[in-house]
């Protein structure tokens, strides 16, 4: 019988060896300071790691780890997310694509040289230093993931108003799908396994598909979207935003080639947290709240999560001006809403950027075109996805011949033209109503 248990656990190791990926890349964008997931995002890593023993697993960070309208993280000059940085370079190879975000506390120079220190190696290879003409990040960086090395290429938006005003003079931004098209091909030459982290969102990275070699490992940012999409062998995919979902990337073997399998995981606040990143998370909030920002605004019946808490927030606007529809940029929002009492700080992280509603009146014919745009989730398809993330609440049905008044806020009518199309609609600014006043005026409005 020996000789049969013998072939057996041959047998059984082989197939063990055949079911475990080459190699893993967990990657995440938008994290933008979600203090209510970032340590459930670093106890998700260890997770990861532990049930892969042996596979070499490298976290890959595609932009906007910061936000400043996180008054703790502000304050505290990212006391966490830089902890976040020197746990995860601890546990394997770490990289850091430059997002529109990253200069929020410290200048771009300073914030790259402080996430260097931390252990985690930085891509973004079309910011510039306007000082110098220098890039203030490595175009690329090689990994080795076992048998394997990966070359991972940074790059980010050009859009200048989404960067800290401070920090702008500073800044040289090259246009990404230009500097793709300069850069791309001899980055990725014979690269064994290309790897492109773009923050310059869905519309930009659609001109830069067709210039990655077959099984590239694409990952999106700045959109706050959260898609998989395969072309060929190369697979294209955005995480969404807030830490609400993590992409695991498994590498194998797959007829004879090596493929990527994308593999999207949700986060929430009471998955298990990482204790040591847990504990300092909880003593910067007691540190640096004010108790302006402890004070409760509203209340909700139940938990929100990001997708239903922006929606919750476009209907409120909706609500404010008695509008038919309400349509907002998706990047407004960022956090959910906790069950029962919503205090100002929570407030702030659901609605980033506050701003005067603006009105405008449509037909129905063009009402059903700019809803045809809006409400994109994983399940929407690519050829249907024009690059702007919208949230929009309007009605279940729409006479074509009949007018709409439909509401949004100061920067949707300030960039009409990309959110609505080319005929869009000329809004009117309803100065004595703002977004955030239409939020607490819906958390209160059962009360």
């Known amino acids: 019988m020996r000789p049969f248990f013998t072939a057996l656990f041959v047998l059984l190791a082989s197939l063990a060896r055949a079911a475990a990926p080459e190699a893993i890349a967990i990657v995440a964008g938008d994290l933008h300071s979600a203090y209510d997931r970032t340590a459930q995002f670093l106890a998700r890593v260890d997770r990861v790691r532990a049930e892969n023993p042996g596979v070499p697993c490298a976290v890959l960070l595609n932009g906007d780890t910061f936000e400043l309208g996180n008054a703790v993280a502000r304050r505290s000059e990212g006391a966490v997310e830089f902890a976040l940085f020197a746990a995860l370079a601890q546990r394997g190879p770490t990289v850091l694509n430059l997002g529109n975000h990253e200069p929020e506390f410290f200048d771009m120079a300073e914030t790259v040289a402080r996430v260097r ?101 694409f990952a999106g940012a700045h959109d706050h979207l959260r898609l998989v999409h395969m072309v060929g062998r190369t697979a294209y995919f955005h995480s969404g935003c807030w830490t609400e979902f993590l992409s695991i990337a498994r590498l194998r073997w797959t007829a004879g080639e090596l493929r990527w399998e994308v593999e999207q995981v949700r986060l929430a606040p009471d998955d298990p947290a990482e204790p040591g990143l847990g504990a300092l998370i909880r003593e910067m909030m007691v540190k640096h709240l004010t108790e302006e920002e402890k004070a409760v605004v509203g209340r909700t019946t139940r938990a929100l999560g990001p997708e239903d808490a922006a929606r919750f927030a476009v209907q409120a606007a909706r609500a404010a001006v008695g509008a038919d529809a309400a349509v907002i940029g998706g990047t407004t929002f960022g956090a959910g809403l906790p069950a029962g009492d919503v205090t100002r700080f929570a407030l702030d992280a659901c609605v980033r950027f506050d701003g005067t509603l603006f009105e405008a009146e449509v037909d129905g014919s063009q009402l059903e075109r700019i809803l045809k745009r809006t409400n994109q989730g994983p399940d929407t398809p690519f050829a249907e996805r024009d690059g702007e993330n919208l949230v929009a609440a309007g009605p279940t049905t729409i006479a074509p011949g009949r007018r709409y008044r439909l509401v949004t806020t100061d920067w949707g009518a300030r960039n009409a033209k990309a959110y609505f199309g080319d005929a869009a609609p000329a809004f009117a600014e309803r100065p004595e109503l703002k977004l955030k006043a239409a939020v607490v005026r819906a958390l209160n409005a059962d009360q």
């Open 117 to 217: 220190a931390a252990g985690v190696l930085v891509v973004g290879g079309n910011a510039l230093d306007r000082a110098t003409g220098r890039p203030f990040a490595s175009a690329s960086v090689r990994l080795k993931l076992g048998a394997h090395e990966a070359v991972v290429v940074g790059v980010t938006t050009d859009r200048l108003a989404t960067f800290r005003l401070a920090v702008r003079p500073s800044l040289d931004l090259s246009d990404p799908v230009v500097w793709a098209k300069q850069n791309l091909a001899s980055l990725l030459k014979d690269a064994p396994l290309p790897i492109v982290l773009s923050h310059a969102g869905l519309r930009a990275d659609r001109a830069m598909l067709p210039l990655v070699p077959d099984g590239t490992l």
